[in-house]
């Protein structure tokens, strides 16, 4: 059953087994596991379910009413960087491109060695992985979605730079190449927990409750009996009424940024570790203006990607968005930027995620939303330079007249390799890298000594009943798209609790 | 719609509307090459939707920064006038010269002014349509109209 507004407008107090906060990757996931174990399961999620009749091609309306601060979010630190995080039933999932990347072998291992946790490289993490793709049938992109967009970053990057990359692998089935994916997928096609788990979850009895935004964790000694929090409207953001759900479990996977908050919000913080660490994929993105019509609304979203071979953690991928989301940086004001309009249809968009040296904190406001700081390390510019520098020389010889990056004191419209040796100007500084960073992680971190407040079963030290099951448990960046691990992870933590083998 | 027609939309959001719209006619002037421009966008009440779309803190982020363009302009531009009292033209450039500031408050700024305008004019249906934006995939429910051509993807992969 899921309850929107209308349903829950009055307040509600419930008991049950399990309590999940949350209902994107990790909570869907967990929720369904221990649903499946036959437990009493509520799953609550802060923002609205999104209905095909809510979903439209207006991107400034559609973040205003699914995304945490209306699609304004904005990590400080060393930048001001924006940071969409879907507020909705389904999470990030219902917005992001679907891609399903199993980390990388050295991530893997580095992971295992900084934690002490055997998990990251043992075969229960690889099953995971397993069940999770076969839910979500996560495939390659078909060639026949790519479009012209994709195939030109790919003979960029493939034919140029002799990087082997390749269709992304997404949890996507019969995707017709819209390129929507961040107003949500009106086709139904793509396989967001929405689709893939929640009506599952519904079978087996689990309660889902929208609009229902959780305060604080209740306790009893160091025993977590439940949560507490408010219901409130999605379009006028008022409180409604007060809801409690009382339980023998809670499961917080609001987020990175949200599960600390709502830790710290209740006095739980072991070790003062909760939301001292946060990190983010760095990197750079730019557009290359063809001599061809590319036509770069047509095409999968994110269709094809490579790692980068010379540069350890960064990651080359295509990409599109809506014009009005896509061009909020992109070239100049006035006449200038009008008169450029007729090149939209020749764009192609290359963006770089690098695993870089990032530290952050997130911290509770005074209001309950969570306040992001990131500081960027300056070792960061020069491998994202270097990568953007290759990625520009090839996007040229593949035809573009020129490149575009946006980064203040490089050459504005480069279209010969002298230009796009401006990238390695020493004069560009981890400040001036313009990115939106989405791919966040590591706010309660997994470890095995108390450096992390959360333990190896995803527990957190102290409080009995206590897990927490999303990115925020990452010990580091993931070096590719976080939802597979997400999901692989929330899997095992919850097959534990629910006393299912982790192994088929 | 005329800034008469908006003056119910509270004390702080009237006293933005000048600033949004010096902003918007700054960002996307009238031109004579036939791309919409702030008006035929309406870009002011389509920022007044949006800003009333938002929660209540990023909406009075963004009312602050139109009022801090509209009156810091009076001591962070050479004449001492208010942004929207500028001629269009020194609009654009003053947007021009924050973005490009090595001051880093001042490219904040220049950047959120035009990430601001610029969501509202590309999300028009007109500037879709006039860069020739489509989609392969119907959906008949969107309020927001743009073309579609469904035979698209087959006839890119025909193309050589």
């Known amino acids: 059953m899921i309850y929107g507004l209308d349903d829950v407008r009055q307040g509600f107090d419930v008991e049950c087994d399990t309590v999940v906060v949350g209902s994107g990757a990790g909570g869907a996931v967990a929720a369904l596991n221990l649903a499946t174990a036959g437990q009493r399961v509520v799953v609550l999620e802060a923002g609205p379910r999104v209905r095909y009749e809510d979903m439209t091609r207006n991107a400034p309306l559609f973040l205003a009413r699914h995304f945490w601060d209306g699609g304004l979010r904005l990590i400080g630190g060393t930048t001001q960087s924006p940071s969409l995080q879907a507020r909705c039933l389904g999470g990030g999932t219902v917005v992001n491109s679907a891609i399903m990347l199993k980390l990388p072998r050295w991530v893997r291992e580095e992971w295992q060695l900084e934690t002490g946790i055997g998990l990251f490289t043992g075969p229960e993490l690889e099953a995971a ?17 790519l479009g012209r967009r994709n195939l030109i970053v790919r003979d960029a990057i493939e034919g140029k730079l002799g990087i082997r990359g390749g269709p992304l692998p997404r949890a996507v089935q019969g995707c017709d190449g819209c390129s929507d994916c961040l107003t949500g997928c009106v086709g139904g096609h793509k396989q ?23 305060d604080g964790v209740m306790t009893s000694g160091a025993r ?21 759900v009382r339980a023998k479990t809670v499961i917080l996977s609001a987020g990175t940024m949200h599960t ?16 001292a660490t946060m990190f983010c994929h760095v990197g750079g993105g730019m557009v290359g203006i063809m001599e061809e019509v590319v036509d770069p609304w047509v095409g999968a979203t994110q269709g094809w990607g490579a790692i980068s071979k010379d540069i350890k953690g960064l990651k080359y991928e295509g990409l599109w968005a809506s ?11 006035g006449l200038p930027f009008i008169e450029r309009l007729h090149e939209v249809k020749h764009a192609t968009v290359v963006a770089l995620v690098y695993r ?62 002298k230009d796009t040796a401006s990238l390695l100007s020493p004069r560009l500084k981890a400040k001036h890298l313009t990115m939106t960073l989405n791919h966040t992680f590591g706010s ?26 999303d990115a925020s448990v990452f010990p580091s960046p993931s070096a590719v798209n976080p939802q597979a691990t997400i999901m692989a992870l929330a899997d095992i933590t919850s097959r534990r609790l629910a006393e299912l083998p982790l192994l088929d | 719609m005329t800034l008469g027609a908006l003056s119910s939309h509270g004390f702080w959001m009237n006293r933005a509307l000048p600033s949004i719209a010096a902003l918007s006619e700054a960002t996307f002037p009238e031109n004579e090459i036939g791309a919409p421009d702030w008006k035929s966008t309406q870009m002011l009440d389509r920022t007044v939707e ?50 490009r500031s090595t001051f880093f408050p001042f490219r904040v700024l220049g950047d959120a002014v035009k990430a601001t305008t610029t969501m509202m004019y590309m999300s028009h249906p007109s500037v879709v349509e006039h860069i020739g934006e489509y989609r392969v995939c119907d959906w008949p429910s969107d309020p927001a109209k743009i073309a579609v051509k469904d035979d698209a993807l087959t006839k890119m992969q025909e193309t050589p």
């Open chain 1, 260 to 275: 600390p908050v709502i830790l710290q919000r209740s006095g739980i913080n072991p070790g003062g570790a909760v939301g």
């Open chain 1, 444 to 469: 309660c971190r997994m470890t095995t000594d108390a450096t992390g407040p959360v333990d190896p079963n995803g527990k957190v030290r102290g409080i009995e009943g206590l897990y927490v099951c």
């Open chain 2, 50 to 99: 949006y800003l009333h779309e938002l929660p209540p803190p990023q909406r009075r982020l963004l009312l602050l920064l139109f009022l801090f363009v509209e009156f810091a302009s009076i001591f962070l531009v050479v004449g001492f006038r208010r942004f929207s009292k500028l001629s269009a033209l020194r609009r654009s450039a003053v947007i021009r010269g924050w973005r």
């Open chain 1, 224 to 244: 977590a009996v439940g949560v507490t929090g408010h219901v409130i409207d999605p379009r006028g953001y008022r409180k409604l009424a007060r809801f409690s």
């Open chain 1, 129 to 145: 992985y397993e069940r999770v793709f076969t839910r979500c049938k996560v495939s390659p992109t078909p060639m026949a979605v």
């Open chain 1, 192 to 214: 967001s927990v929405d689709r893939s788990y929640l009506p599952s979850n519904e079978q087996h009895g689990a309660e889902i409750y929208t609009c229902a935004e959780v």
């Open chain 1, 323 to 333: 014009p009005s989301v896509l061009m909020v940086r992109w070239g100049d004001v």
């Open chain 1, 356 to 417: 870089g040296k990032v530290r952050g904190t997130v911290k509770a406001k005074r209001n309950g939303m969570p306040s992001m700081r990131l500081w960027i390390d300056e070792s960061n510019v020069s491998p994202i330079a270097r990568g953007m520098k290759a990625a520009a020389d090839a996007l040229l010889q593949v035809g573009a007249r020129y490149v575009h990056t946006g980064l203040p004191g490089v050459v504005d419209e480069m279209r010969s390799e």
